[in-house]
């Protein structure tokens, strides 16, 4: 069975600053999402990344997908209290396309 | 624009009880799929579909049922529920060949 983890599980910043997150599996992945989800609410796609070293930007949200493609990064600049939120990554498992499979999640607080 | 409707939100239940977890969605997606997510273990996949007429089993199918009837419809049937089951389940759905999954609101469910 094909497992991804992520890390750090928690996280809590002040606004302003600086966080890397990360997710790792030791699958080569097909391709990976990440997520966000807010309290009470299902999750909602921010990016998928395909490509082997591909770097997806979206506002303060740098995304990068390892060379071997077996990890991934989310990096956010400058953090704000509306980023706070559980960040996941997901992707296809090895022995069922169909079958999506997600990672434990990150779970960021950002402090005003 | 409707999306992904869960119903319903909330639900105690007894041990040995059953229940229905309904879900629609009016994107005309092939795929659709039941999570539950619990506290550190992200989203694990209980049974997923992808097309009328055809279910599978994800990560942890046991104590729960599915049919596909209608590519609209995807219910979740718990049969006697156990304690275990006190979960928050999101229903999901997709394009087939798409990598966008779309989640409902999410149903809490607590078993006791």
């Not at chain 1, 998928?48 to 077996?70: M, P, S, Y």
């Not at chain 2, 977890?21 to 992808?50: K, T």
């Not at chain 2, 209608?70 to 394009?95: G, H, I, M, N, W």
Request: hydrophobic content about 30%.
């Amino acid at each position: 069975t094909q497992l991804l983890e992520q890390s750090p599980q928690f996280l809590s910043i002040q606004e302003g600053e600086n966080l890397t997150v990360y997710c790792n599996s030791s699958s080569v992945f097909s391709s990976l999402q990440w997520y966000r989800q807010e309290p009470g609410e299902g999750p909602v796609l921010l990016v998928t990344v395909v490509t082997g070293g591909e770097v997806k930007k979206l506002k303060r949200l740098t995304f990068q997908f390892g060379d071997a493609r077996k990890d991934s990064s989310l990096h956010i600049t400058a953090a704000q209290p509306g980023d706070t939120g559980l960040y996941l990554c997901a992707t296809h498992s090895k022995t069922s396309y169909d079958k999506v499979i997600f990672g434990p999640g990150t779970s960021l607080s950002v402090i005003p | 624009n409707a999306g992904v409707t869960q119903t319903p939100k909330f639900q105690v239940l007894k041990t040995g009880q059953s229940m229905t977890l309904q879900c629609a969605q009016d994107m005309n997606h092939e795929y659709m799929s039941w999570y539950r997510q619990d506290p550190g273990m992200g989203l694990r996949l209980i049974h997923y579909s992808v097309g009328a007429g055809i279910t599978d089993q994800g990560e942890v199918p046991n104590g729960y049922n599915v049919s596909r009837s209608t590519t609209e419809d995807f219910p979740l049937r718990l049969l006697s529920a156990a304690p275990s089951q006190t979960s928050v389940y999101f229903c999901a759905s997709k394009q087939g060949t798409g990598n966008t999954i779309y989640f409902g609101e999410g149903s809490w469910l607590t078993v006791v």
